[in-house]
């Protein structure tokens, strides 16, 4: 009962995303197309409501929800590892049409193929768990 919150947070996101046609195979071929801004604009704005977020946090210290204290810190950059993840995540991302974030909107949507691209992303994260320490971090 007390994940129940989660879920229809996560409903009602799903809902967003389809609403919003975030999810539209059609408009993320025409965002790497370079066709219309559509996608950029959406993307542009969720990276100012996260900037603005985090801007709030730090400034007046807010807490979660049960009270504890959110610790923002930076990761260490690595270019070639930032390089090669890029690269993967958009091949992903273009090749089935939607980044990993929507597929379980999509999937709700009733698009049944998308399965085989939340199969191929739990093996990609379990693929990445056992390489870990061999890669350069």
Request: proline share 4%.
């Amino acid at each position: 009962m007390k994940l129940l919150k989660y879920f229809l947070i996560g409903i009602y996101f799903g809902v967003v995303l389809i609403k919003g046609e975030v999810i539209s195979w059609f408009r993320i071929q025409e965002m790497f197309h370079f066709r219309s801004f559509y996608m950029y604009g959406v993307l542009g704005s969720a990276v100012v409501v996260g900037v603005i977020s985090v801007a709030l946090i730090r400034t007046f210290r807010i807490r979660a929800a049960g009270g504890a204290e959110i610790k923002l810190t930076g990761k260490p950059f690595n270019r070639v590892g930032n390089l090669a993840g890029g690269i993967i995540f958009g091949l992903g991302w273009a090749l089935t049409g939607a980044c990993p974030g929507p597929l379980y909107a999509l999937l709700g949507a009733g698009y049944w193929a998308v399965l085989l691209a939340i199969a191929g992303a739990l093996a990609g994260t379990v693929a990445y768990g056992y390489l870990k320490p061999h890669l350069p971090h």
